[in-house]
């Protein structure tokens, strides 16, 4: 094409976008530079609607605009929700959903399980905690946001979903998954003996704080006098929930704040007199989020010893923004901050003692009847044990 008639198309463009961008700009109060950026944006837009070798749909554009203004803030956690991926994420928070009942992590542009729920369609088929997701559906992981991965896993129940796994020492195998109603039951616990309780959060969901409180009552009838909390494997989920728990266990005072970049605080309090029982609280690798808040909410208040492994460090608050076509954002807004002020985000919690597994935890697990016997578990009993006989929490440098 005749480079004049390139020019003029081009002029013709942007002239077009100056008109329009200067009546906005004018309506709220942008700055030169925002003006500016908006010229370039809509100036692009409009050339590719008119000169592109197809017909293009406006939407696509719009989405992938915005789609890629997320992208570019680097946060696996941030994402931009097309209408059927917002309404996903809607549905996850109704306490069912379909899908194939694990728990994933994001690092370093990787996808990975860090657990999978008891009698799900991911534990049928024999996924692992630590295995790698490679694609969904033949989609590569790379040409998909992490955080959009679980929501594409997620569907219709009853319909397949295809996930390509890497697992360390064997060949990449494609599993072939049903979805189903998951159900999740977040909380459980038993007695190890006449004294000493077990207690499991897979999780933070909407009912996670009733679960919690009528377990202890449960556990408080049979005799217990003090537990371990075993937040291992836990994602993490709703902080409200989380609240809940930590109301019940953690001294009066704060549990978390939550920080904003302009320094706008909200503090979640506790009005717990006092510790009601001992507590030593089991963390790995793959705790994350809402279980670090709980854990180093204990950890800094002195009300429960903290065994085990250094946490993920996901300390990162989002949140979901309705748009205007049924799509949404998850935006990271603020951070989560401890008691004592520190934030996790990408340093995790470290444990006051800590211990490496022997082999990594099976992943058929009852939670409502079996516990996972390991190096982790024995020291958290020998801890609680002494707590029980000496009446104080002993950290690692008492006798």
């Known amino acids: 094409m005749n480079k004049k008639i390139i020019f003029g198309i081009i002029l013709i463009a942007l002239i077009s976008s100056i008109g329009t961008i200067v009546g906005l700009a004018f309506a709220l109060n942008f700055d030169g530079k925002t003006a500016g950026n908006l010229t370039r944006l809509i100036g692009a837009m409009r050339f590719i609607e008119s000169q592109y070798v197809q017909e293009v749909d406006e939407d696509k554009l719009i989405d992938g605009a915005i789609s890629g203004m997320v992208r570019s803030l680097g946060d696996p956690h941030s994402i931009y929700l097309e209408p059927k991926l917002y309404n996903q994420l809607k549905a996850e928070t109704s306490g069912s959903f379909g899908g194939i009942g694990v728990y994933m992590g994001f690092k370093d542009n990787s996808v990975f399980v860090m657990g999978v729920m008891p009698d799900s369609p991911g534990e049928k088929v024999g996924l692992q905690a630590g ?51 998951i159900n999740v039951k977040t909380v459980a616990g038993k007695m190890l003996d006449d004294r000493e309780g077990y207690i499991r959060i897979s999780n ?12 202890l009552n449960e556990l408080e009838q049979q005799g217990m006098k003090g537990f371990i909390l075993d937040l291992r494997q836990n994602p993490g989920g709703v902080i409200t929930s989380c609240v809940e728990v930590a109301q019940e266990i953690v001294p009066a005072g704060t549990i978390v704040s939550v920080i904003r970049r302009d320094g706008e605080k909200e ?38 010893l903290i065994v085990g492994e250094k946490s993920y460090g996901k300390g990162s608050v989002q949140t979901v923004i309705p748009m205007f076509q049924d799509d949404g954002l998850k935006l990271t807004i603020a951070k989560y901050y401890t008691p004592l002020g520190r934030s996790i985000d990408g340093t995790g919690i470290a444990p006051d003692v800590e211990v490496a597994l022997e082999t990594p935890l099976p992943m058929t697990r009852e939670i409502n009847t079996n516990i996972w016997e390991d190096a982790q578990l024995r020291t958290a009993e020998e801890l609680l044990a002494k707590q029980l006989d000496s009446g104080k929490i002993l950290f690692d440098n008492e006798s």
């Open 204 to 215: 933070f969901s909407e009912h996670t704080g009733k679960e919690l409180k009528s377990t």
């Open 267 to 304: 503090i979640y309090t506790s009005n717990l007199q006092q510790a009601k029982f001992p507590i030593v609280v089991l963390i790995d690798k793959n705790s994350a989020s809402a279980s670090e808040l709980l854990s180093g909410a204990l950890q800094d208040t002195k009300a429960a």
């Open 131 to 181: 295995d790698f997701i490679l694609a969904v559906d033949s989609q590569p992981i790379s040409e998909i946001e992490p955080g959009e991965v679980a929501l594409k896993i997620r569907g219709e129940v009853g319909t397949p979903v295809e996930l390509l796994i890497h697992r360390e020492g064997e060949e990449d195998k494609i599993y072939t998954i049903l979805r189903e109603i």
